[in-house]
C-alpha cells in the first residue's frame, strides 16, 4: 500500500532560505543545501524548493544550489518559482530535480504543461495552484478561483475546471495552496482539497494551513490527498517529521517511518 | 605510456533514462561508472546498469537507433550483473502496451497498464501514476536485498507494470490496488520498478548491493 507523503517546503532567494529556518537542537541554518540534507536524515519523502529570486541575472544560483541538493539527497525534490519555458525546466531536471512545478507561467500559457509533459514526461511536471475562496458564481461553479503572482491576481478562472485541465494536459500531480489558509497554523482547507482530490486522477499536495499534526491527519484521511506540505510548523523545531509520522502512523494513516 | 581502464559500472545513455541521477547516488558510495553508449565500452565494463524514465515506445525506438539494443542483449549473454531500473525493467520484457511497443524480450512476459479503476481495500479511488513510497514483499533470498530491512519502503512513479510469465522471475512484489512484480530477476540480471537512486538509504543499499553482486542466482 502507498504512503502518504510529508514534504517539506523550502522558499529560497538568491541561493539562501528566505527564513532563518532554526531546528530542535537550535541549530540555525540558512542553506537550503544543509537545510534539505537535515531534513532527508529526519524523514522527509519529498522536498519542495520554491525559488523567489526576483533578478533573473541571479537565476543560475538556483540551477548551482540544485546540483548541490542532488549531490547530498537521495529522495525525489522539485523546484519551482520562475519556471516559464522549455529550457528553465530543462535546466533544472539535469541539475538533480526530480520534478519542476509551473503556476504562474501555467496559467498564462497552459501549452507549457503539455510540452513539459511531452519532452520530460509527466511525472516531472507538477501543476501548482494557488487557490482563494470566492463563492460560488456562473464563472467560478466550484466556488474556488486561480489566483497568480504569489496570491495578488485573481484571473477569474474556477480552480476546478484548472485541476482538471491540468491533468488533460499532462501534469503528473497538483500542488494545492489554500491562500486563505497559508500561514494561518488553523489546518488545511479540507473541502477543497476534496473537491479537487476527489475529480482528478493525478495525486494531489495540500498546502497551507499546517500548524499541528492533527491538521495532517485530517487532511490525509478519507483521501482527501495524497501528500502534504508543510513549512513553519518543522521549520523552527516545533515538531520535527518523525513526531509527525507517530502521530499518523498511531491513527492508521500509511507513512514511511523506516529511512 | 597509455593506460586503458576498462569502466567498472556502465550506465546506458539514452534520451529516456534519467542517468545523473544514477551516477550521483554511484558517485555518493565512492563506486565509478560512466555513462555510455558505445558498444564495447559497455561489453568491456564489469557491470551494468539500465535505467530509465519515460515512455517505452519512444525509448526503444532510442535504443534501436543508437544500436544499445544489441548490446543490452549481448551484455546479458555475458553472464556479468546487469540491473534495470524503472523503464529498464519494463523494457526487458517481450512487450510493453505502452504505444504498443516489441521490446528486449529477456524475460518472458509482457508489460500492461495499471486499470483507471483501481480501488484500495478500504475502497478508495487508486491513482495513476502509482507515485510515491511502498513496499517490497521479497520472496527469497537475493544477494540484491542483503541486510535490508524488510519494512523498507522504496520511491516509485509509473504507470505500467511487468507481468512476468514465470513465477521465478519474481522476486519482489508490491500491492497497488493489485500486487504487481516490482523487482525481476534471471539469472545475472535483476531488475527494479521503483528507482532505488531516489529511495533514501534502502535504495543506495540496493545499489551498493548490486555492486557487491557476482551475478549468480543465489540458492539457500
Do not use: H, T, W, Y
Given at each position: 500500500m502507498l504512503s502518504k507523503r510529508i514534504i517539506p517546503c523550502l522558499d529560497v532567494r538568491d541561493g539562501r532560505l528566505t527564513k532563518g529556518i532554526r531546528f530542535k537542537g537550535n541549530v540555525d541554518i540558512g542553506d537550503p543545501v544543509e537545510t534539505a540534507a537535515h531534513y532527508y536524515r529526519e524523514g522527509a519523502d519529498e522536498i519542495v524548493f520554491y525559488d523567489i529570486t526576483a533578478s533573473s541575472e541571479k537565476r543560475g544560483i538556483m540551477i548551482e544550489t540544485v546540483r548541490k541538493v542532488?549531490?547530498?539527497?537521495f529522495i525525489p525534490f522539485s523546484v519551482g518559482g520562475g519556471i516559464r519555458n522549455l529550457d528553465d525546466m530543462r535546466g533544472v531536471l539535469l541539475a538533480g530535480a526530480e520534478k519542476v512545478s509551473v503556476n504562474s507561467s501555467a496559467v498564462r500559457d497552459p501549452g507549457i504543461i503539455s510540452r513539459?509533459?511531452?519532452?520530460?514526461?509527466?511525472?516531472?511536471?507538477?501543476?501548482g495552484m494557488d487557490v482563494k475562496k470566492t463563492g460560488a458564481t456562473v464563472d467560478i461553479p466550484s466556488g474556488y478561483e486561480v489566483v497568480i503572482d504569489g496570491g495578488r491576481t485573481p484571473v477569474g478562472?474556477?480552480?476546478l475546471r484548472w485541476a482538471m485541465k491540468g491533468e488533460s494536459l499532462g501534469a503528473g500531480e497538483i500542488c494545492l495552496n489554500s491562500i486563505d489558509a497559508d500561514g494561518t497554523k488553523e489546518g488545511y482547507d479540507l473541502e477543497l482539497n476534496r473537491l479537487i482530490s476527489s475529480n482528478v486522477g493525478i495525486p494531489v499536495i495540500a498546502s497551507g494551513g499546517a500548524g499541528r499534526p492533527e491538521h495532517i491527519y485530517e487532511v490525509l484521511r478519507d483521501n482527501r490527498a495524497d501528500a502534504a506540505l508543510i513549512a513553519s510548523m518543522t521549520h523552527y523545531g516545533t515538531f520535527t517529521i518523525r513526531d509527525i509520522k507517530t502521530f499518523l502512523h498511531d491513527r492508521g494513516i500509511k507513512v514511511r517511518i523506516n529511512w | 605510456m597509455v593506460y586503458i581502464f576498462s569502466i567498472m559500472i556502465a550506465i546506458i545513455d539514452y534520451k529516456a533514462g534519467n542517468l545523473t541521477s544514477v551516477k550521483r547516488a554511484l558517485d555518493f558510495l565512492g563506486r565509478a561508472s560512466s555513462i555510455t553508449n558505445d558498444y564495447s565500452a559497455i561489453m568491456d565494463a564489469e557491470r551494468l546498469i539500465f535505467p530509465g524514465v519515460g515512455a517505452a515506445g519512444s525509448a526503444m525506438a532510442d535504443l534501436r537507433s543508437r544500436k544499445v539494443d544489441r548490446a543490452i542483449t549481448d551484455f546479458f549473454r555475458s553472464r556479468k550483473p546487469i540491473l534495470g531500473i524503472c523503464l529498464g525493467t519494463q523494457i526487458i520484457m517481450e512487450k510493453s502496451h505502452e504505444n504498443d511497443t516489441r521490446c528486449l524480450g529477456l524475460i518472458k512476459g509482457e508489460v500492461l497498464r495499471f486499470p483507471g479503476n483501481l480501488l484500495e481495500g478500504d475502497g478508495t479511488r487508486l491513482k495513476v501514476p502509482h507515485m510515491g513510497w511502498n513496499s517490497v514483499k521479497v520472496k527469497r533470498k537475493h544477494p540484491l536485498f542483503a541486510e535490508m530491512d524488510p519494512g523498507s519502503e522504496f520511491y516509485f512513479v509509473h504507470s505500467y507494470y511487468p507481468v512476468p510469465e514465470l513465477p521465478d522471475n519474481i522476486l519482489g512484489e508490491t500491492d497497488y490496488g493489485i500486487r504487481f512484480a516490482s523487482v525481476l530477476v534471471s539469472g545475472n540480471m535483476a531488475a527494479t520498478q521503483f528507482h532505488p537512486?531516489?529511495?533514501?538509504?534502502?535504495?543506495?543499499?540496493?545499489?551498493?548491493?548490486f555492486c557487491e553482486w557476482d551475478g549468480k542466482e543465489y540458492v539457500e
Open positions: 542532488a549531490e547530498r539527497i513539459g509533459a511531452e519532452s520530460f514526461g509527466s511525472q516531472c511536471i507538477v501543476l478562472m474556477d480552480a | 537512486e531516489k529511495s533514501g538509504r534502502p535504495g543506495l543499499q540496493i545499489l551498493d548491493n
